[in-house]
């Protein structure tokens, strides 16, 4: 692998990202699989960079997950689409930061069209006129909040207390990256790094200290892609996906994945024990599962939040062999404790798959 | 004596300027390489015979008389208008009036870099169809980036060419019998090795293609798979899986190799600068218009203005030849 020729390809995929004052919106799907990602992230950006992030409790979904489960139409879509930026102009805001992957693929797409047909435009704001009797200005910037981290991972490296680097030998920890679909393949131009070699994530644990590992099968599915999974009888492709990527990434040995995309990490996590349990096949070291980050919690890790205020112990894969390499202490006691320290109790122990 | 000034000192430059100069046309040949011969002078054989390349060279050198003026590293930097001639001036500081014009600049390989699934410059194994070219010429073995002899070779057809994400939709007409041609080079250097080509439709249009189409199968069991790649990866040994459909078989399919061939078509030339200044038409697909694509395909909207070779379009060394004596003769009875 020449990491010159990638560095070639990274500098022709670099694109804007705003500094400051963002809009910002939440996904469907996040807030149950992976709790406490989001919080994570404004508090990154509120108490950490001092950035000014709004949040407006009237938002929506963006559609996007019934729009490409073919549930509703584009005009829908455009519509719910155009009240969300409703919201952000009533805010002052033009910088809008969605959570969501396919809802940053489908904001980009909406604006695409909206330039190429703006007679869709037109239509979208008569349509969310008539329903809702709003208006709206387009977003000066849409970065998706994986971008926001990229473009401050260094000011977080800066800050951090730990580092993606054992901290017994002092070699890097060595990572596996994976992007949602809808992130550049798209439109490449919009995803830092571009579709075939993104370097979003890559960027970031570069910055973090650790070594991206590329695997052959880096590019295909993480096992959600809406129809696998939405459509119960298609489960059989999701998990078959997210195996070839095990078996793919497995013989080098990676410490951890990281992703940028709801979907993903939950398949990647969940999946590892579901095949434990199916096949009995483990893919990380003696026995337990290979941890599975959202970028906002391997930059909570990276400085210094306590891993359950993180809501790792949420995760099916444990990610204490992580810690331990990483040094971040943690304690087992609190791991099952609620805010208000109520006990959550315990999770049923798997079968195979080894967890702490 | 009339003048002609001839830019590009590829194929079609110097059997054109050989023929005009036959003709007792004054010609000044300009090339920005340090040498006349283009491409000619990368590549080793030629189909459909495996004749030397440096063989047809020297046959189009020895047209190259000392009245021709000769003048390489240099390129046209303006280019005017004034009545029936033309001022024009080199990169080097030379400066001359020309009665008539032939733009021969050719083409330029398609830059493989822009297939980005393909790894092209980022996996230590793929190479294109001019760098294997350029081995085989050197009289080099070809080897893996470690040194090995590879075992298993994969063929990529239409690479930029016929391929909307590129923005090239024209067959690059040379491409799939340069891949057989090589695929039986592969194959004659090591017997052992498998080569498999992956192929959208095989375009063996000219005399004797099929012929060597059928010897690559039969006499050399190179793996034609009618499948265009999806991706290629490389796995931790270096080697290179692909991805692709066998459309014949309409199932997937999923290969390792040691070593991927791509092969890069024909875009325009990026010395075709002079149609700005001489206001000059292009396709859509950026190569050169004619004037009239049966009757006067040498002549351009431009009186005076003559094209040959593979600025006008793909073609093979055989046409392009052909086109040049054609333009000669064109420019020959313009200047009557």
């Keep these: 692998m020449k990491i010159e020729g990638k560095k070639r390809l990274w500098q022709d995929y670099q694109k804007e990202i705003a500094t400051d004052n963002y809009f910002y919106a939440r996904s469907c799907i996040r807030q149950n699989f992976f709790p406490a990602s989001e919080k994570t992230f404004l508090r990154v950006m509120r108490e950490e960079l001092n950035k000014d992030v709004y949040e407006d409790p009237r938002h929506t979904t963006c559609s996007g997950i019934v729009y490409h489960s073919d549930l509703v139409t584009m005009d829908t879509t455009m519509t719910v689409i155009a009240r969300q930026f409703s919201l952000m102009t009533e805010s002052g805001r033009k910088n809008y930061v969605p959570s969501c992957i396919t809802s940053f693929g489908l904001y980009t797409e909406v604006l695409e069209m909206w330039e190429h047909f703006p007679e869709l435009e037109t239509k979208a704001r008569e349509m969310l006129w008539k329903a809702t009797g709003r208006e709206f200005e387009k977003p000066e910037n849409v970065a998706h909040a994986s971008d926001i981290i990229y473009k401050f991972r260094n000011e977080i490296a800066s800050r ?51 070594e991206v590992v590329d695997y052959p099968e880096r590019r295909h599915c993480c096992g959600f892609g809406f129809r696998q999974y939405v459509v119960k009888a298609n ?78 112990q949420t995760h099916q894969v444990s990610v204490e062999p992580l810690l331990e390499k990483m040094g971040i202490p943690y304690n087992p006691a609190t791991k099952y404790l609620g805010a208000q320290g109520q006990d959550l109790g315990r999770p049923e122990k798997p079968s195979v798959l080894k967890v702490y | 004596m009339k003048h002609v000034v001839v830019i590009g000192g590829g194929v079609a430059g110097m059997e054109a300027s050989a023929k005009l100069s036959e003709m007792g046309v004054a010609v000044s040949i300009v090339e920005k390489a340090d040498k006349l011969g283009g491409k000619l002078n990368r590549w080793d054989r030629l189909f459909p015979n495996s004749r030397p390349a440096s063989d047809l060279l020297a046959k189009l050198q020895s047209g190259m008389g000392k009245d021709i003026r000769k003048y390489v590293n240099a390129e046209v930097s303006s280019v ?11 990169s080097n500081g030379e400066d001359f009036k020309a009665d008539a014009i032939l733009i021969s600049t050719g083409f330029d390989v398609f830059d493989a870099h822009r297939k980005e699934e393909y790894g092209y410059g980022i996996y230590d194994n793929v190479i294109t169809s001019a760098d294997l070219e350029k081995t085989f010429r050197k009289g080099e073995t070809l080897k893996t980036a470690s040194g090995k002899k590879p075992q298993r070779v994969g063929i990529i057809h239409c690479v930029g060419s016929r391929d909307e994400k590129a923005g090239n939709n024209y067959c690059s007409k040379v491409c799939c019998i340069t891949a057989v041609k090589q695929a039986i080079e592969i194959k004659e250097q090591n017997p052992e090795a498998e080569v498999f080509c992956f192929y959208m439709d095989l375009r063996m249009y000219d005399r004797h293609f099929e012929t060597i189409y059928k010897e690559a199968q039969v006499k050399h069991g190179i793996q034609f798979i009618r499948g265009r790649l999806s991706e290629a990866f490389e796995n931790a040994d270096g080697s290179v899986m692909l991805k692709a459909e066998d459309t014949l078989l309409g199932k997937p399919l999923k290969i390792n190799v040691d070593m991927v061939v791509l092969m890069a078509g024909m875009v325009p030339s ?51 030849i052909n086109e040049a004596r054609s333009a000669a003769l064109a420019i020959k009875e313009y200047l009557r």
Aim: aromatic content about 12%; hydrophobic content about 35%.
């Design chain 2, 270 to 320: 990026s010395g075709n600068r002079v149609k700005e200044q001489l206001n000059l038409t292009v396709a859509e697909d950026g190569f050169f218009n004619v004037a009239d694509a049966h009757y006067e395909s040498s002549g351009t909207n431009v009186p005076g203005v003559f094209v040959a070779g593979a600025c006008t379009g793909p073609k093979t060394m055989e046409n392009t």
């Design chain 1, 235 to 312: 489960r059989g492709f999701s998990i078959s996906s997210s195996r070839k990527k095990f078996e793919s990434m497995a013989p080098y040995k990676p410490d951890f994945i990281l992703t940028n995309c709801p979907g993903c990490p939950y398949f990647l996590d969940r999946w590892q024990y579901a095949i434990s349990e199916m096949e009995g096949v483990t893919y990380g070291e003696n026995g337990y599962g290979i941890p599975v980050l959202t970028y906002e919690e391997l930059a909570g890790l990276v400085l210094g939040y306590d891993p359950w205020d993180l809501g790792l």
């Design chain 2, 80 to 90: 005017r208008q004034s009545l029936k001639q033309f001022d024009i001036a080199l």
């Design chain 1, 160 to 210: 951090g207390k730990f580092r993606l680097v054992n901290h017994r030998t002092g070699q890097p920890l060595r990572g596996v990256e994976h992007i949602g679909c809808h992130y550049s393949k798209m439109f490449p131009h919009k995803g830092v790094g571009g579709a075939e070699y993104p370097y979003v994530l890559v960027g970031m644990i570069e910055a973090f200290g650790g």
